[in-house]
C-alpha cells in the first residue's frame, strides 16, 4: 500500500493511460479525484476502483479552463482535506509540420498540453505549500526530448512540459514538493501512424513505428502507470526535477 490514506488527482482519466494510473494508485490506497473532460468514461473509471473497495470521485474538468481547474481543486480539498498527488496526464496529439498546422491547432495543442500543466499546478500548489508535502508528475512524451516527423507542435507543447516541471521542481523543492515528468514512447492508436504520413494502413505504420524501440513494442498503459507509482511513492523520495523515459530504449539511439 504505497499511497495508504493519499489523495491523489489524476486529469486525463479518459485516456487508457490515466484510467489505468487511476486504478494502479487506488489499489496501493489512495483516494482518486478522476478530472475528466467525459463524464460517462469517468464514471466508468470511478466504478472500477470502487468495484475494487477504492476511494474515488468524479471530477468533470476541462484542464484548459482556469474555472474549472479552480473547481476541480476546491471540490478535492473540500471532500478530502488535503492533495498529496497530482497527475497530469490530460493532453492532446497533433499531426502537423510547422507550416502546415493551422494557427487555432497550435493554440489548441499548446493549451491541451502544456497550458492544462500550468493551471492544474498553480492551484493545487497552494495546498501543498501549505501542508508542507506533494508530488507532481507530469506526463510529456518523447516527442518532447526528439524530433518526431510532422508533429511540431506536440514537440513544442511537450517540450514545455519538460523544462516547466524542472523550473518548478526548483521553486518548490524547498517546500517539500516534488516535481517530476515522464516521457512515454506512443501507444499504439490510428493516429500515431498519421503522425508519420507514410500513406499505410495503420496495422502497418504500427508495426513500423514498433520496431524503432529496441525493445521492439509500443509501450503498455500500465507500463507508464507504474513509473507515475513509483514517483508518487516515498521509493522515489530523493527525485526532483527529473525527466524518466518509458520509451523501450528509444532515446537512447
Known amino acids: 500500500m504505497r499511497l495508504k490514506d493519499k489523495v491523489a488527482i489524476v486529469t486525463g482519466g479518459e485516456?487508457?493511460?490515466?484510467g489505468t494510473t487511476a486504478l494502479l494508485f487506488a489499489r496501493e490506497g489512495a483516494r482518486i479525484v478522476v478530472g475528466n473532460v467525459s463524464a460517462p468514461k469517468g464514471e466508468e473509471i470511478v466504478s472500477n476502483i470502487e468495484?475494487?473497495?477504492g476511494?474515488?470521485?468524479?471530477?468533470k474538468v476541462d484542464t484548459t479552463n482556469a474555472t474549472e481547474v479552480k473547481e476541480m481543486i476546491k471540490k478535492t480539498v473540500e471532500?478530502?482535506?488535503?492533495?498529496?498527488?497530482?497527475?497530469?496526464?490530460?493532453?492532446?496529439?497533433?499531426?502537423?509540420?510547422?507550416?502546415?498546422?493551422?494557427?487555432?491547432?497550435?493554440?489548441?495543442?499548446?493549451a491541451a498540453n502544456l497550458e492544462s500543466v500550468y493551471l492544474t499546478s498553480k492551484y493545487a500548489l497552494p495546498a501543498m505549500i501549505e501542508q508542507r508535502s506533494g508530488v507532481i508528475i507530469n506526463t510529456s512524451s518523447i516527442f518532447g526530448l526528439v524530433g518526431w516527423p510532422n508533429?511540431?507542435?506536440?514537440?513544442?507543447?511537450?517540450?514545455?512540459?519538460?523544462?516547466?516541471?524542472?523550473?518548478?521542481?526548483?521553486?518548490?523543492?524547498?517546500?517539500?514538493i516534488r516535481i517530476n515528468c515522464i516521457c512515454h514512447a506512443p501507444i499504439f492508436t490510428?493516429?500515431?501512424?498519421?503522425?508519420?504520413?507514410?500513406?499505410?494502413?495503420?496495422?502497418?505504420?504500427?508495426?513500423?513505428?514498433?520496431?524503432m524501440h529496441p525493445l521492439g513494442r509500443f509501450v503498455r498503459p500500465e507500463e507508464i502507470g507504474?513509473?507515475?507509482?513509483?514517483?508518487?511513492?516515498?521509493?522515489?523520495s530523493f527525485i526532483t526535477g527529473v525527466v524518466l523515459p518509458v520509451d523501450g530504449g528509444y532515446t537512447a539511439k
Open 15 to 18: 485516456t487508457d493511460i490515466g
Open 55 to 59: 476511494n474515488a470521485i468524479l471530477v
Open 226 to 236: 507504474r513509473a507515475a507509482l513509483f514517483l508518487a511513492s516515498e521509493e522515489s
Open 190 to 211: 490510428p493516429s500515431i501512424s498519421r503522425l508519420l504520413k507514410t500513406g499505410k494502413d495503420a496495422e502497418t505504420a504500427g508495426d513500423a513505428i514498433a520496431q
Open 51 to 53: 468495484r475494487e473497495r
Open 151 to 176: 508533429a511540431a507542435v506536440s514537440c513544442a507543447s511537450q517540450g514545455g512540459v519538460i523544462a516547466l516541471t524542472k523550473q518548478m521542481a526548483v521553486d518548490y523543492g524547498p517546500h517539500n
Open 79 to 110: 471532500v478530502y482535506g488535503r492533495i498529496d498527488v497530482l497527475c497530469n496526464i490530460a493532453g492532446a496529439e497533433s499531426s502537423f509540420s510547422v507550416v502546415d498546422v493551422p494557427e487555432e491547432e497550435w493554440h489548441r495543442v499548446l
